[in-house]
């Protein structure tokens, strides 16, 4: 799949974009069926010296099987390794086994803005969960208008194999054949 999506990026004459806010709003809420999120039930955020907590403008919790269908081999390994230690962990209760199953699915994205019409040039939107998602994490470099660095252009390199998926999965490939 890599192989196929890298020979669509070598043809494509790819041009980034930076989407305004209501562009991602929608397209979170279509693509991967986000849900709106109060960022002052993320306090601790605050601590994050990449964060502006005061720009946060939005927060979204998207879960399920959208994300461990998007998640890079590595991060289904852990999730299914902590699925595992879940399973096994007798203290817990089977309300509290499907809660912590349910939070290894989710990921959280913050927006940070400082004109509530587009995404900081500074500044990176917030993607966090239990298993971190480096596919969502391009997916929100590509919809805040930036490409990924020139050093990483490299088929065997994971964080362009998550940057191109993450393309093809925004659909930026739609139109190119090889």
Request: aromatic fraction near 12%.
């Given at each position: 799949?890599?192989?196929?999506?890298y020979?669509?990026?070598?043809?494509?004459?790819?041009?980034?974009?930076?989407?305004?806010?209501?562009?991602?709003?929608?397209?979170?809420?279509?693509?991967?069926?986000?849900?709106?999120?109060d960022?002052?039930d993320?306090?601790?955020?605050?601590?994050?010296?990449?964060?502006?907590?005061?720009?946060?403008?939005?927060?979204?919790?998207?879960?399920?099987?959208?994300?461990?269908?998007?998640?890079?081999?590595?991060?289904?390994?852990?999730?299914?390794?902590?699925?595992?230690?879940?399973?096994?962990?007798?203290?817990?209760?089977?309300?509290?086994?499907?809660?912590?199953?349910?939070?290894?699915?989710?990921?959280?994205?913050?927006?940070?803005?400082?004109?509530?019409?587009?995404?900081?040039?500074?500044?990176?939107?917030?993607?966090?969960?239990?298993?971190?998602?480096?596919?969502?994490?391009?997916?929100?470099?590509?919809?805040?208008?930036?490409?990924?660095?020139?050093?990483?252009?490299?088929?065997?390199?994971?964080?362009?194999?998550?940057?191109?998926k993450?393309?093809?999965?925004?659909?930026?490939?739609?139109?190119?054949?090889?």
């Amino acid at each position: 799949m890599i192989e196929d999506l890298y020979k669509k990026y070598q043809c494509s004459n790819l041009s980034i974009r930076k989407h305004s806010l209501n562009e991602i709003n929608s397209i979170l809420k279509q693509k991967f069926q986000a849900v709106n999120i109060d960022k002052m039930d993320y306090q601790e955020l605050k601590n994050d010296s990449h964060i502006y907590f005061d720009d946060i403008c939005a927060g979204y919790r998207i879960t399920g099987d959208i994300v461990t269908k998007l998640q890079m081999d590595d991060e289904k390994e852990l999730t299914e390794m902590i699925f595992n230690n879940i399973l096994n962990d007798d203290d817990l209760s089977d309300a509290d086994k499907q809660k912590e199953y349910d939070d290894i699915k989710t990921v959280l994205i913050f927006l940070q803005s400082k004109d509530l019409q587009y995404p900081m040039d500074d500044a990176y939107s917030v993607v966090t969960g239990y298993v971190p998602s480096v596919v969502f994490h391009y997916i929100m470099i590509i919809l805040e208008g930036h490409a990924i660095d020139e050093d990483k252009h490299d088929i065997h390199n994971y964080e362009f194999q998550a940057y191109l998926k993450a393309l093809n999965v925004i659909r930026y490939f739609d139109n190119v054949h090889d």
